[in-house]
């Protein structure tokens, strides 16, 4: 998944000591916004990864939502922890203090051990975030605003910004927070995070055993610091089965016990099997069109309107997603609103809905007349929801004389796309699937400004000027008011075209139970110690 690819002064410190409350709505009918609660230990849980092996378990080369961030969520904390319900709380820090509004002062929480049983200090935390001071990290982005990060006393850490940055603060519930063992690190050079090299970290779980190929190996990590989080399961078993028939084989034989995102082909065999339950919620996960040229078939706005107006919204969630999902009109859903929702609640309201008309469509078609070239979409071949997406819109658009040509690639070249100018050539769209990793729309959308994930060079003032000085407003509500306005000139112009917001997808058989059903809840959030027998 490409991400693309916090919460002010004010909010920070309400959230840490425990006044930040979810915004999200209850789940409607037919949603479930957690399974039971375990009541007992279970020895071994065996789990599948969807998306395949982890390329790496070093939290600065975390990318791939699917394998490594749902393992390592488990395995390392970050000074904040996201809760599944949406909110920020303490996790590592026990709180924050900002003396002006380049400068963020953090409190360690005592008693915190490595799982090899070594106490983590502030000099350890320290070297773990100046490891994203380096091009190598992924997270890197967000310490683009960072000047110095030192350890200022025995339990405390001191960042100085170089201009105020409200998301730096936030995304410390995130992988970019997270904390690791200094002399372990450096022992392990680059082999950190591989197989021959380990993990250690301060989480409920350590790794046990990583055979290439085959498995991963989490067992209880007995120096666990929260006693409210002690893992009910002895172990927990990782397997990577990728085919969508193998993995619904595996659910309904047993061999698998739960996974995360269970293939929607297989959903309604999974609900009539009477060996487990699936679980579905409302989540940020939105599947989108994003450009990654605009002077090719979708130069013209009028041409990338009329391609928002004449897709199936409706249709695509019934027959593509069995139902699974809603029409989605913006890349922010509500369950990203957390904070200062009434305003995020108007902004989306007034955006043009994800309603297809085809009349709105060949309008503009007329005025701007339909292109000579295709435009041409990638997708993720291995991803049939994709595929058969965007072949449902290539059918709509075929009935008003609009061309698209589907070009279909492998799983790694078409990662490539999103990282390499030359791959993305002769490619008007990428189909993907974006997502926040905290609750919070800006930290989506200033990853496209110039420089970052801005593919398709759009650099409209309107948006990027809002969006910029957000960044530096701690009052939740007027910054939220910033990105509304962005958003409004984003989605009017058709910068990226979302098409649905997909639910949640849970499978377990009953043999487990427990984990709360959410996309960041077990992105950053260490769900596994919560899974364990009925």
Not at 149 to 165: H, N, Q, R, W
Not at 190 to 195: A, D, I, L, Q, V
Not at 376 to 386: K, L, P, Q, T
Request: charge should be negative; hydrophobic fraction near 40%; aromatic fraction near 10%.
């Amino acid at each position: 998944m490409n991400r693309f690819v916090g919460l002010g002064v004010l909010l920070a410190l309400a959230l840490v000591t425990g006044c930040g409350g979810s915004t999200k709505a209850p789940a409607a009918s037919g949603l479930s916004p957690t399974s039971p609660a375990a009541r007992a230990s279970i020895s071994v849980v065996n789990w599948n990864l969807p998306l395949g092996e982890p390329s790496s378990l070093d939290w600065i080369l975390d990318w791939d939502y699917g394998s490594a961030n749902t393992v390592l969520s488990n395995l390392c904390e970050g000074l904040w922890r996201q809760t599944p319900d949406g909110r920020i709380a303490p996790g590592l820090a026990l709180s924050v203090a900002a003396p002006d509004s380049t400068t963020y002062v953090y409190t360690l929480r005592p008693g915190v051990q490595f799982s090899d049983g070594h106490p983590m200090t502030a000099e350890d935390v320290a070297f773990s975030l100046n490891r994203h001071m380096t091009p190598a990290s992924y997270w890197g982005l967000w310490y683009a605003n960072v000047n110095t990060i030192s350890a200022s006393g025995p339990l405390e850490i001191t960042v100085k910004l170089k201009k105020a940055d409200v998301l730096f603060n936030e995304m410390m519930s995130t992988p970019a927070g997270y904390v690791g063992e200094e002399k372990f690190i450096k022992a392990a050079g680059t082999n950190y995070g591989t197989p021959s090299g380990g993990v250690m970290c301060t989480g409920p779980f350590t790794l046990q055993k990583w055979s290439q190929g085959s498995s991963i190996v989490l067992a209880h990590n007995t120096s666990y610091w929260d006693a409210s989080l002690q893992p009910k399961a002895a172990q927990f078993q990782f397997s990577f089965i990728t085919d969508d028939s193998t993995l619904t084989n595996a659910l309904l034989t047993g061999s698998i016990d739960g996974s995360w995102e269970p293939p929607v082909a297989g959903l309604a065999r999974l609900r009539s099997s009477g060996v487990g339950t699936v679980y579905l919620n409302t989540g940020p996960l939105v599947a989108a069109f994003q450009l990654s040229s605009l002077t090719g078939a979708l130069k013209d706005v009028r041409i990338r309107r009329a391609l928002k107006a004449l897709i199936d919204y409706n249709g695509i969630v019934k027959v593509v997603l069995g139902g699974a999902g809603t029409p989605e009109t913006s890349i922010t859903p509500s369950d990203t609103w957390g904070y200062a929702s009434s305003t995020f609640a108007d902004g989306h309201a007034k955006l043009r809905s994800a309603a297809q008309d085809l009349g709105l469509a060949k309008q503009l078609l007329a005025q701007a007349g339909i292109p000579t070239q295709p435009i041409v979409i990638a997708v993720n071949a291995d991803n049939h929801e994709m595929v058969q997406t965007v072949t449902a819109i290539q059918d709509s658009a075929r009935q008003l004389g609009l061309q698209i040509t589907l070009r279909s690639l492998p799983t790694a070249t078409y990662n490539n796309l999103f990282f390499d100018a030359k791959a993305r050539a002769g490619i008007d769209a990428m189909m993907s699937f974006v997502t926040v990793d905290i609750p919070d729309p800006l930290e989506l959308y200033i990853q496209v400004i110039p420089g970052l994930y801005d593919y398709d060079g759009y650099a409209d003032q309107a948006f990027l000027g809002p969006i910029t000085e957000a960044t530096g407003v701690s009052d939740p509500t007027n910054r939220a008011q910033l990105v509304v306005q962005a958003q409004a000139t984003y989605i009017n112009d058709v910068a990226i075209l979302p098409v649905y917001a997909s639910y949640v997808r849970l499978f377990m058989n009953k043999r487990i139970t427990g984990p709360a059903v959410s996309v960041l809840g077990y992105l950053y959030y260490p769900w596994a110690a919560t899974v364990g027998a009925p």
